[in-house]
């Protein structure tokens, strides 16, 4: 009988333990080949507390699921914009943006 108790004590200690997950997409348009596929879910992944991010770089965007107690959104877009990729509404970092390849910065229209 006590072992059950001290069971069901410690499993109600762990299920208020868990821990936020939130999923959302990300704008990035100038993410359209696997070199910056892989250049960002490289560097995005090693973000404490996220736990997923995958770059569907036919779209320009991308899916990230966090864990809201250790990180949150902003960082993420930071992380992505510190690899010199833009994230919605945050510009790409120049030095960063400036070290990608050719084929991964964006087309400028010439006629203007």
Do not use: W
Not at 52 to 76: C, M, S, W
Not at 82 to 88: M, R, S, V
């Amino acid at each position: 009988m006590r072992i059950l108790i001290l069971f069901l004590l410690v499993s109600k200690v762990g299920i208020a333990q868990v821990k936020p997950l939130v999923t959302t997409t990300i704008k990035i348009p100038q993410a359209l080949c696997i070199q910056c596929k892989n250049r960002l879910e490289y560097q995005v992944k090693r973000l404490n507390g996220v736990q997923e991010f995958v770059v569907n770089y036919r779209k320009g965007e991308a899916r990230v699921k966090y864990l809201t107690d250790r990180t949150d959104i902003e960082q993420v877009k930071t992380m992505i914009s510190n690899t010199g990729y833009d994230a919605d509404d945050i510009l790409a970092n120049p030095h960063a943006y400036n070290r990608l390849p050719i084929t991964c910065k964006k087309k400028i229209n010439k006629n203007n």
